[in-house]
């Protein structure tokens, strides 16, 4: 039941940054009302649940790489703490990655990245094509080299889902089923909008939608490899990500598009890349294939605290294809904006002002109500410029 009072908070969208803020919020002695009339059907339905901060730190994003190895560090904490709080299973995996090239080209290609992986001081340990079959038999012996990414692991991104919402409830949060149109429908201390791609046509935040498209697939008995394998195949990437229940994603494609419609090319160009790099997969039955839009922003890092004009509101949105990777650390350092006032440094680099000049206070903006948790927030926004 929702309170006569207005929330302390209220988050609109219940994937799983949203739901972790909730979550977040609710433990602190918050009252919460997160807002979707469909939770967990975004981005999140698709992805694939790696956290990988050492094979996703890509050559100009330095910053981000910073983030990613933060929130990484932070997951076993979250994942146990979220797994007891919830009775929720949620398919956390340790094994680590492998990070391989099929040809000698892939190899190259795969190596500039590697080096610069290590000049970042990230642990990745190169390996001879004998000691990739050592650890995973499955590889096709054609594949060149690899290397292992010890800190790289993997959660199941729908369990992520269903155990957020149950420990949010939990701890006394309430989801509200109505979708929001506009902010002016939202009354709370504090506004957190972490609506996905939605999160534009709310904020006039330019996040866009990025297509990628993925195939789910059941090993008859179980995957014969351990390990998630991300891979160079004949200038094709891919990943292939086994789960405890015989499950693996194979994804992904990355477009610059609109639309969810799965297409024959992509679900070709995936398998084709991930049988030659892992030739039993052609057995595997074909279970699933979707695409999802995953909210980008400009430069493909997230978009997290206050927006500048709009008192009470919050954005915690732009992951691009690290939303689940970042959970923990999104959602702790918003939570401790909303309770505390003050911004943690780490929020620095990604707050909305680096953008430049945003869409200008709309008439729809909710206000905050006076003496709330936002208040405090307002007077934050000159120091983040």
């Known amino acids: 039941m929702v309170s006569e009072f207005p929330p302390d908070v209220a988050v609109v969208g219940a994937g799983p940054i949203g739901l972790a803020i909730a979550w977040r919020c609710a433990v602190r002695g918050l009252r919460v009302v997160v807002h979707d009339p469909d939770p967990g059907s975004g981005a999140v339905y698709a992805a694939a649940g790696m956290l990988a901060p050492v094979a996703e730190a890509y050559f100009g994003e330095?910053?981000?790489?910073?983030?990613?190895?933060?929130?990484?560090?932070?997951?076993?904490a979250f994942a146990a703490e979220l797994a007891a709080a919830s009775g929720t299973d949620l398919g956390y995996r340790s094994e680590g990655?492998?990070?391989?090239?099929?040809?000698?080209?892939?190899?190259?290609?795969?190596?500039?990245?590697?080096a610069y992986q290590q000049g970042l001081g990230l642990p990745v340990t190169p390996l001879r094509p004998s000691e990739l079959r050592?650890?995973?038999?499955?590889?096709?012996?054609?594949?060149?080299?690899?290397?292992?990414?010890?800190?790289?692991?993997?959660?199941?991104?729908?369990?992520?889902?269903?155990?957020?919402?149950?420990?949010?409830e939990r701890a006394g949060g309430v989801l509200v089923p109505t979708p929001v149109q506009r902010l002016t429908e939202v009354t709370a201390g504090t506004t957190v909008v972490a609506a996905g791609c939605g999160t534009a046509a709310l904020t006039g935040l330019p996040v866009r939608p990025v297509k990628g498209q993925v195939l789910r697939l059941r090993a008859p008995d179980g995957p014969g490899f351990q390990h998630v394998i991300r891979g160079f195949a004949d200038g094709e990437q891919v990943y292939l990500v086994p789960r405890q229940d015989g499950e693996v994603v194979v994804g992904a494609t990355s477009e610059?598009?609109?639309?969810?419609?799965?297409?024959?090319?992509?679900?070709?160009?995936?398998l084709r890349a991930a049988t030659d790099l892992v030739p039993e997969v052609a057995e595997?039955?074909?279970?699933?294939?979707?695409?999802?839009?995953?909210?980008?922003?400009?430069?493909?890092?997230?978009?997290l605290g206050p927006l500048p004009?709009?008192?009470?509101?919050?954005?915690?949105?732009?992951?691009?294809?690290?939303?689940?990777?970042?959970?923990?650390?999104?959602?702790?350092?918003?939570?401790?904006l909303i309770a505390t006032g003050t911004p943690d440094p780490l929020l620095?680099?990604?707050?909305?002002?680096?953008?430049?000049?945003?869409?200008?206070?709309?008439?729809?903006?909710?206000?905050?109500?006076?003496?709330?948790?936002?208040?405090?927030?307002?007077?934050?926004?000159?120091?983040?410029?």
Request: hydrophobic share 40%; no cysteine; proline share 9%.
């Open 348 to 385: 620095a680099p990604f707050t909305p002002q680096r953008l430049g000049r945003v869409a200008s206070r709309p008439p729809d903006t909710a206000a905050p109500a006076r003496g709330s948790a936002a208040a405090a927030l307002t007077p934050q926004e000159e120091s983040w410029n």
């Open 134 to 168: 050592d650890r995973e038999p499955a590889l096709s012996p054609r594949t060149r080299g690899g290397a292992y990414a010890g800190t790289d692991h993997q959660v199941d991104p729908r369990r992520l889902v269903s155990a957020l919402r149950t420990a949010t």
């Open 62 to 76: 330095h910053e981000l790489t910073g983030l990613l190895t933060e929130s990484a560090a932070r997951w076993p």
């Open 284 to 303: 595997y039955e074909l279970i699933e294939a979707l695409a999802g839009l995953r909210p980008g922003s400009p430069d493909n890092a997230p978009i």
């Open 97 to 114: 990655t492998l990070m391989v090239g099929l040809t000698t080209d892939d190899l190259a290609v795969a190596r500039r990245l590697w």
């Open 256 to 270: 610059e598009r609109t639309d969810t419609m799965v297409t024959s090319g992509a679900v070709l160009r995936l």
């Open 309 to 336: 004009g709009r008192p009470g509101v919050l954005a915690a949105t732009g992951h691009h294809r690290h939303g689940i990777v970042l959970t923990p650390v999104t959602a702790d350092l918003i939570a401790d």
